[in-house]
């Protein structure tokens, strides 16, 4: 069964630090998004992306994150300078569609922790 | 807007018990109800979902159906076993926000 797939699947920063986190949805997949939940929290959403665009962002989403599809394959989630509260599971996931009854696929996290 | 109460946990059960993990919503427009599982070291994976009133999303023994009277989705199983130890998230998803609104996450404990 395709699969979101995520590198890494831990990384260590030190605060300040910028920080790129991989993704590769399933091919033919065209929303992408990025959650995290942060240790003993609920899942939170950040960011939906469609057609090179960001479509909708939570308040969580301030300017030190920025995505990209750089190619055809990959969807990144860049931190800019990392803050000691940005450590979380960050979970990368697509979807064919937005339309009702639509099911999105995550892929299994990036642990980030900042020291 | 929209959002998702699920029953605190931990639940500890014993093997062969009854689950029953509850779970209540509130959106604006007509949404998709999800459960979600999140096994220890792993990532999220979808477990049923049910995408109109009356449906019964059902999965690996576990199910659910959408109550649109009562604004429910719990999540049942008739015997759990130590292997469905985990976190369990329900979910709503609306077309029109384009992003899923998750619970808190119920923790299960499964001993034999």
């Known amino acids: 069964e395709p699969e979101v797939t995520q590198t890494p699947s831990h990384q260590v920063t030190q605060m300040g630090q910028e920080v790129i986190l991989r993704c590769v949805p399933i091919?033919?997949?065209?929303?992408f998004y990025w959650y995290r939940q942060i240790l003993g929290q609920k899942v939170e959403f950040l960011v939906s992306?469609?057609?090179?665009?960001?479509?909708?962002k939570s308040e969580i989403f301030d300017d030190q994150f920025s995505v990209e599809r750089p190619d055809g394959s990959n969807f990144t989630l860049k931190i800019r300078s990392t803050k000691l509260e940005d450590s979380a599971m960050y979970f990368c996931a697509s979807s064919v569609d937005s339309g009702p009854g639509n099911t999105i696929y995550f892929g299994e996290g990036s642990w980030l922790t900042v020291v | 807007g929209n959002s998702v109460t699920q029953m605190e946990g931990p639940v500890t059960l014993s093997e062969e018990a009854f689950l029953t993990i509850n779970c209540t919503y509130t959106?604006?427009?007509?949404?998709?109800l999800f459960w979600y599982v999140q096994y220890p070291g792993e990532g999220l994976q979808l477990l049923l979902k049910a995408t109109k009133a009356d449906d019964k999303g059902s999965n690996k023994g576990f199910e659910a159906t959408y109550r649109k009277e009562t604004t429910s989705f719990h999540l049942e199983k008739g015997s759990v076993q130590v292997s469905d130890s985990a976190v369990y998230f329900c979910a709503l998803f609306t077309g029109g926000g384009n992003k899923l609104t998750f619970g808190t996450g119920t923790q299960l404990k499964v001993e034999l």
């Open positions: 959106a604006t427009g007509y949404p998709s």
């Open positions: 992306f469609y057609n090179n665009e960001i479509s909708e």
């Open positions: 091919s033919n997949h065209l929303y």
